[in-house]
């Protein structure tokens, strides 16, 4: 039987405190023909734990690693919020991602996005994205699509997934994945930023709070782009990416409880973090 | 009528970060941001004791109002 077969494998493969390098898997999935998140399911079960999870371990655990194997989650917009969103969904080990933008990234990118280098400009940010995950954390599925969330094939994507990331800049855009995602009564963890400042709120299927959110933002513009207007910097999307995947762990994983958090607003220039309650 | 307002980011600048205001009748945050000159393209969530509201909003006795600038980039 493949488990059992699998296990007695694992049992020769195992370091100090049940932990199973990486280096195992090649060799497990030529000899068993299965997939790494295959055999990284059957060593969660079974008690094992993965050697790249070990420093989160404790916080984790087993079954919770088991949790986010299995998650499906989108992130909606790989620029750079997206970018920082996606390399720590890869690094926690979210076995199943879906990334969606139809940008390519250019030189004003580089001050911010992860994803972009000298190298990958002029490149489908959601390819290389997915070259990124593949680089870190090989179990990790990646699923991209370099067109708009709202074709067909990215409202399929996103109806699949248990949490989606809100990445985007535009705050129409914003709006509509609100309503999608509450159509499809998903999650949705909104976060955006400007200048020196950024906002993040876990948005619940049919509350009507990204709405809540911008209703004093008037749509002056026509697609509502706001990146241009006040300025993006590093720092402020690192944390509020940051904020954003750390307000979203909790609806994937059991072991956390899971409550409406208010949402927050954060000042790096004093630094402040204020809470919406 | 006694309500705080509170400043975020660069609502601040030149302004004030919580202030107790006094207020003879009916007032709308509308007319408070108009009184601090607080140009309303520019404003964001708006909080009145932890709740979105809008604009039109009226506030009471003792109400925190919170004003935040618009944030939308990513």
């Given at each position: 039987m493949l488990e059992a077969d699998l296990v007695a494998f694992l049992k020769t493969v195992v370091v100090k405190d049940n932990l199973i390098p990486l280096a195992a898997y090649e060799s497990a999935a030529d000899k068993f023909s299965v997939t790494f998140t295959k055999i990284?399911?059957?060593?969660?079960?079974?008690?094992?734990?993965?050697?790249?999870?070990q420093r989160q371990r404790n916080l984790i655990r087993g079954r919770g690693q088991l949790q986010l194997l299995k998650s499906r989650v989108a992130v909606v917009g790989c620029g750079g919020l997206g970018g920082h969103i996606f390399e720590m969904l890869v690094r926690l080990g979210v076995g199943n991602l879906v990334v969606i933008d139809p940008d390519f990234f250019v030189e004003s990118n580089l001050n911010r996005q992860l994803l972009a280098t000298v190298a990958?400009?002029?490149?489908?940010?959601?390819?290389?994205?997915?070259?990124?995950?593949?680089?870190?954390?090989p179990v990790v599925a990646v699923?991209?699509?370099?067109?708009?969330?709202?074709?067909?094939?990215?409202?399929q994507l996103l109806s699949s997934c248990d949490l989606v990331f809100?990445?985007?800049?535009?705050?129409?855009?914003?709006?509509?994945?609100?309503?999608?995602?509450s159509s499809f009564e998903i999650v949705l963890i909104h976060g955006a930023v400007?200048?020196?400042?950024?906002?993040?709120a876990p948005v619940p299927p049919a509350s009507g709070i990204m709405g809540q959110i911008?209703?004093?933002?008037?749509?002056?513009?026509?697609?509502?782009?706001?990146?241009?207007?006040?300025?993006?910097?590093?720092?402020?999307?690192?944390l509020v990416a940051a904020l954003e995947v750390a307000t979203g762990l909790p609806y994937l994983l059991d072991d956390y409880?899971?409550?409406?958090?208010?949402?927050?607003?954060?000042?790096l220039l004093v630094p402040e973090l204020e809470l919406w309650s | 009528m006694k309500v705080t307002i509170k400043l975020f980011a660069?609502?601040?600048?030149?302004?004030?970060?919580?202030?107790?205001?006094?207020?003879?009748?009916?007032?709308?945050i509308l007319q408070v941001l108009h009184e601090f000159a607080i140009p309303l393209v520019g404003v964001g969530v708006l909080l009145c004791n932890g709740r979105h509201v809008d604009f039109d909003c009226e506030l009471v006795e003792d109400d925190v109002c919170s004003i935040f600038p618009k944030v939308g980039g990513g």
């Open positions: 990284e399911e059957i060593a969660l079960v079974n008690g094992f734990y993965p050697m790249r999870y990958t400009l002029g490149r489908y940010k959601v390819e290389v994205a997915r070259e990124r995950g593949e680089m870190i954390n699923e991209v699509l370099s067109q708009s969330f709202q074709s067909d094939r990215g409202a809100d990445a985007l800049d535009s705050i129409p855009l914003r709006l509509q994945l609100a309503d999608l995602c400007a200048g020196w400042y950024g906002q993040v911008y209703q004093n933002s008037g749509l002056e513009s026509q697609n509502g782009r706001v990146a241009e207007e006040g300025g993006n910097l590093a720092p402020t999307v690192n409880q899971k409550k409406w958090s208010p949402g927050c607003f954060v000042d | 660069s609502f601040r600048q030149g302004r004030f970060i919580v202030k107790e205001c006094e207020y003879e009748g009916k007032i709308s």
